[in-house]
Each structure stands twice: as C-alpha cells, then as structure tokens.
C-alpha cells in the first residue's frame, strides 16, 4: 500500500486580509482534486508585524472542514526571504511544500497538477505558470512593456531556476542536500531565483507545468509605468546579485560584476536603439520595451556594484498609515474624474452589466434567460451594432432593461482627438436616445480608458462614467471554470459584472483579434445562478440605484 502524501502549502503573507481571504477560501476545492488522498496542511506565514492574517485565518479556520488544516504562522522577521525560509523549517516532516502568493488564487487541478508532474519527473522543484490580470484602465504602455507576460513553458521543460509564486518542492531531496532560502537578501527579493539555481547546481532538476495555473491580479498601484519600470530594473539587480551569491571566491566574484556590467551596458544601448526606433514609427510597444530594457540594464549595474533599493522594502508606519489616508481622502473628496465601479447598498444585489452588443447570436438568449429568471441588466450598446439590428434594441427596452451607450464604435476614446471624441459622445448619446426612447445616463469607455480630457467630455455629454468591480473574463481566452470563478471571486452585494452578448471586430473599428469560441448564454446562466445560490438577485444599474448610492473612484487612464 503506497504511504499517503505529506503536502505543506505555504502562503506568504503582507497586509493582504481581502486577497488572502479569496485564496483561503478556494484551497480546499483544489486539494479535492488531488488524484490520491493527500494529509494537506495549509500554512499562513504572516509577515505583518500588526498580524493583519490572523483573524483572515482563524475565520478560514473554524469555516473548513477538519480535513483541511488551517495554521496560522507569525514570521517576525521582515523580508520576503525570511517567510519562505520560514515555510521550509514548519515543513520538516512534509514530504512536499507548495508555495502559493497571497494575491493569486489557483486555478482547477492547480495542486494535482503540480503533484503529477513530481511524480513523472522525478524533479526536485516544480513551477507552475503564473499568469497577471490588470485592473481596469490599466495604461496601455503598462501592457505593452510586456513586463507581466510570463511564458508558458512546455510541459516537464527544465529551466534553470524559477520564481516561487507557484511552486512545488521536494522536501526530502531539500533537506537531504542541506538548502535553505538565504534570509540575507532581507526585503530585496531574488531568494527564489537564488534558492531553485541551487538546486540545479546541486544535481536536482527544476521543471515547468503550464498546466498548474495560479492567477493574480494586478494591484492598482503596481498597474503603472513607474512600478513597471522599478520591477524591470529589480529583475537586473537579482540577476547580478543571484551570479554574485553562486559566485566561488574572490576572483570569481571579480569576473562576475565585469560580466554583468558590460551585459548592462549591452541592455542599456539595445533599450535607447528600441526606443528611438518606437518614436520613429510610432510603436508603443517599442516604446515601452526599449524603457524596460533600459531599465534592466541600470538594475544589472546596481547589483555588481551593490547598491539600489529593496524592491519589498516597507515605509515606516506613520508614514505609510499617513500616504494610506491622504490617497483615501483625495479619491473620496474629489469631485473631479471620478468613475462609477459600484453601487453602496444593504439589498443581496449585483448589477449586470452587458458590453459590445446587441447581436443578432447572443443577445436573442441572454434575453430569454434573463426573462426567466426575473433578473434585469444594463447593456452598453455600440451604434455600430444599434444601427444594425434596431429590432434587438427595442427588445431590450420592452422587456425592462436598460440602455447605456458604449460608443459610436469601439475603438479608444483616448486615441481620438479631443474634438472628434466631444463629437462621438454628445452624437452618440442623441442617436441612442433616439433609437431607444429611453434616458441614457451612463457611458463605459471601450478598454476602461479614460483620460482628463475625456472624462470630462463624458460629463459634458451629460453622461456619467461606469467602470466595473469585476469581470466574467468572456474577453479573453479562459476556460469556463475560470471565468465563472472570476465572477465570484471578491463580489459582493452592490458589484458591478462585467460581461458581453458580443465581441466588437473590425466592422466596430478595431480588431483585436480572435479568441476560441464558446457558450456565453450558458456562462451567463451559470454566472445568476451562482449568484443566485448565495441569495443575490441580478439587477440593472438603475434598478440597483432604487436602495443605494454610487460608488465613485479616481481611474485616469491615457
């Protein structure tokens, strides 16, 4: 009889409450996936000071079965180095350690997959891929640094050191080799990259698993040039750094800050070449790249020569508790460029909001499975679509939903000048009206792009702003439990979903390409009936407004 599987997951954790809550809260679904039994424990290393996870994991605790254990685990030492260091010593006595951040939550057969791959490899480390969603508005440059785009690696790839936001280790080849996370390297990070280079140097194998998937959205502070650039720069300095620590002896050591400073010189030229190049042609995407590159460039010199800033390093407390309620006040007492991302109300409700159509496919059933339910939604129409199947609107209107314009077409309200974009939008707003009878109060910029100019053109059309809290990803490929765990991940009462009865192509002014085809009637129904079962009735923007109040924040995106 095969001994059952010891498995430690490990969550380290920085004043994430909200995130790590959403993460507690699947693991058990995934550890139900495992193809044998497995003894699971889950550990929360709290690198909080404060213990901002413990109360997070005490009510995850007392919420689980008992076949899943919860353990809460202080780490007073500060840096991301000394809570996985921590995870290796609470392992002793596990045969595998999971890692798994506090803002990312896995996705189907995550574990499983992990635990598959150990066991057909043979190999010591196991990385899963990881992939970033950006918030709403995210700047375009930020997108086309490409800087979050993580390659898929093919299945059992060996890869010469891998990141520990999603990875599985072999406890029993660790501890028989004596490694451990070098708690040196404090809040700077790159203990990761250190930690899986030595196991390849000491004969052990680090392999890929694109079929393990944890996914992590982006944070709104980080979704910005100047974050993007700092994280591009830390990826230079861990790479000198982490060369630097495997380094033997002095001389080596020598050799290797000449070799990473003429890589940086190398990275700096190519960077300035690139960009020049996107300033000739017009390429944000040169633009942007040729700045990263730059930007790793001086982090390569920064780690040969030891200095540079720590990239987890933490503001005093009166500072960062003063900045925390300053941005606070300023997005809640501007009366300028605010979008709506929600409704503030005590009724079990989630505003359902429809993008890109009407089209003749899919809005026909969204109808129907609407009117079966009694639920109400608002659709944000493009003219496009509008002028060609008048009939879909008023279908819309008869049964009770509302209308809101997307756009005359789909393209960028940023990439328009300013005249032709006061012209669309007061324009538009008319024609619907006319098409429609009906009052029409909100706009949703196509991409959540909104600059100054725009936002205020927006208002002078008479319309107001409309975000969203959360999507169902029917934008994008993903699979259909993905998308149905997006739209219940982090909602609450007073939400606002974000979903499509169509896809806007070239006959709506862009093309952004093909994604696989799928069931958006059948998602859309699984979606309310999900929600449904949590006792939360589907509604109209406007319906939603008859027992609450918008919930307005600064979002300016070019």
């Not at 030492?77 to 045969?95: E, N």
């Not at 800033?309 to 007492?333: D, I, K, M, P, Q």
């Amino acid at each position: 009889m095969t001994e059952m599987l010891r498995i430690a997951v490990a969550i380290p954790t920085f004043r994430r409450p909200d995130r790590l809550r959403d993460l507690l809260a699947v693991l058990p679904q995934r550890f139900d996936e495992l193809e044998a039994p497995a003894d699971v424990a889950v550990f929360v290393i709290d690198n909080d000071p404060d213990r901002s996870a413990e109360s997070v994991t005490a009510a995850a605790s007392a919420e689980t079965s008992a076949a899943t254990r919860i353990v809460y685990s202080p780490e007073p030492r500060p840096g991301i180095a000394a809570a996985r260091q921590h995870a290796l010593d609470v392992g002793d006595g596990f045969d595998l350690l999971a890692f798994i951040d506090d803002d990312e939550v896995p996705h189907p057969h995550w574990l499983r997959a992990l635990v598959d791959t150990w066991r057909r490899t043979g190999a010591v480390a196991v990385a899963g891929h990881v992939h970033t969603e950006f918030p709403p508005g995210t700047d375009p440059w930020v997108l086309a640094s490409g800087l979050f785009a993580r390659p898929r690696r093919a299945d059992g790839e060996k890869l010469p050191a891998a990141g520990a936001g999603n990875l599985l280790l072999d406890l029993r080849w660790v501890r028989a080799a004596g490694l451990s996370f070098d708690v040196s390297l404090g809040l700077s990070g790159g203990e990761d990259t250190l930690f899986t280079r030595r196991i390849v140097r000491a004969g052990g194998a680090v392999v890929a698993c694109p079929a393990s998937v944890a996914e992590d959205t982006l944070e709104e502070g980080r979704a910005t040039r100047r974050f993007a650039l700092a994280r591009a720069r830390h990826h230079g300095r861990t790479q000198s750094v982490v060369e630097l620590r495997l380094a033997d002896g002095a001389g080596a050591r020598a050799v290797s800050r000449v070799r990473n400073l003429a890589k940086a010189g190398g990275w700096v030229v190519r960077g300035i070449l690139r960009h020049l190049r996107g300033l000739v042609s017009g390429s944000l995407s040169h633009r942007a790249r040729g700045a990263r590159e730059v930007q790793r460039g001086l982090g390569l010199v920064q780690g040969a020569l030891g200095i540079g800033t720590a990239e987890y390093a933490r503001e005093r407390a009166g500072r960062r508790r003063f900045r925390g309620v300053a941005a606070a006040a300023l997005r809640r007492l501007s009366p300028l460029f605010r979008s709506v991302d929600a409704v503030r109300t005590a009724e079990p409700v989630v505003v359902l909001t429809l993008d890109d159509g009407p089209d003749p496919e899919w809005t026909p059933r969204v109808l129907d499975l609407l009117a079966d339910r009694g639920a109400s939604a608002t659709f944000f129409v493009l003219l496009t679509r509008t002028r060609r199947h008048p009939e879909l609107l008023k279908r819309i209107v008869a049964e009770g939903h509302e209308v809101a314009l997307h756009g005359e077409d789909h393209r960028r309200l940023t990439s328009l000048p300013a005249g032709e974009a006061e012209r669309m939008l007061a324009e538009g707003r008319a024609e619907l009206a006319a098409q429609s009878g009906a009052r029409i109060r909100w706009y949703r910029p196509p991409y959540g792009a909104l600059s100054v100019p725009t936002w205020r053109a927006v208002r002078r059309a008479g319309m107001v702003p409309v975000l969203w809290t959360t999507s169902v990803l029917d934008g994008r490929d993903a699979s259909h439990e993905e998308r149905l765990g997006r739209a219940l991940r982090g909602t609450r009462p007073g939400a606002i979903v974000l979903a499509h009865d169509s896809r806007a192509g070239v006959d709506d002014g862009v093309d952004d390409g093909p994604i696989a085809a799928f069931d958006r009637a059948a998602l859309i129904t699984d979606v309310l009936d999900a929600y449904a079962q949590r006792g939360w009735s589907t509604v109209s923007l406007g319906r939603a407004l008859r027992a609450g109040r918008l919930r307005r924040r600064m979002v300016l995106v070019g």
